[in-house]
C-alpha cells in the first residue's frame, strides 16, 4: 500500500488544522464562528473537505502547487454556508463541489 505524499499529507493536516482552530482563510471569514455550522447534520463539513481535495493540485512527483487557492475555494464555501448573502465568485464548478 502506498501513501499519499509528504506534501500533500501535511497539506491536508494544515487544512484541518485551521478548520479547526477556526483559523481558516481569517480575512474572508472575520467575525463567522463556523465551527459549530459545519458540524450540523448534512455534513457541510464533508463538502468543505470535497472542495478543498478536488481544486488542490498535486504534481507528479507529490508537491502541492496551489495549496493556498484550494483552501480559499473551501473558505468561500464556509462563508456561503454560514452567510447566504455571499455571492462565491467565481461561481463553483461541478467539478469543484463532486462528492467522489
Given at each position: 500500500?502506498?501513501?499519499?505524499?509528504e506534501?500533500?499529507?501535511?497539506?491536508?493536516?494544515?487544512?484541518?488544522?485551521?478548520?479547526?482552530?477556526?483559523?481558516?482563510?481569517?480575512?474572508l471569514?472575520?467575525?463567522?464562528?463556523?465551527?459549530?455550522?459545519?458540524?450540523?447534520?448534512?455534513?457541510?463539513?464533508?463538502?468543505?473537505?470535497a472542495?478543498?481535495?478536488?481544486?488542490?493540485?498535486?504534481?507528479?512527483?507529490?508537491?502541492?502547487t496551489?495549496?493556498?487557492?484550494?483552501?480559499?475555494?473551501?473558505?468561500?464555501?464556509?462563508?456561503?454556508?454560514?452567510?447566504?448573502?455571499?455571492?462565491?465568485?467565481?461561481?463553483?464548478?461541478?467539478?469543484?463541489t463532486?462528492?467522489?
Amino acid at each position: 500500500m502506498s501513501q499519499l505524499p509528504e506534501d500533500v499529507r501535511s497539506t491536508c493536516r494544515y487544512f484541518a488544522f485551521y478548520i479547526a482552530n477556526g483559523t481558516l482563510d481569517v480575512e474572508l471569514l472575520d467575525g463567522i464562528d463556523y465551527r459549530s455550522a459545519l458540524m450540523q447534520f448534512g455534513s457541510p463539513l464533508e463538502q468543505v473537505f470535497a472542495i478543498f481535495t478536488n481544486v488542490l493540485d498535486v504534481q507528479p512527483d507529490g508537491s502541492v502547487t496551489n495549496a493556498g487557492d484550494a483552501m480559499y475555494r473551501a473558505a468561500q464555501y464556509v462563508r456561503r454556508h454560514c452567510d447566504p448573502s455571499y455571492v462565491v465568485e467565481p461561481p463553483f464548478e461541478d467539478w469543484e463541489t463532486e462528492l467522489v
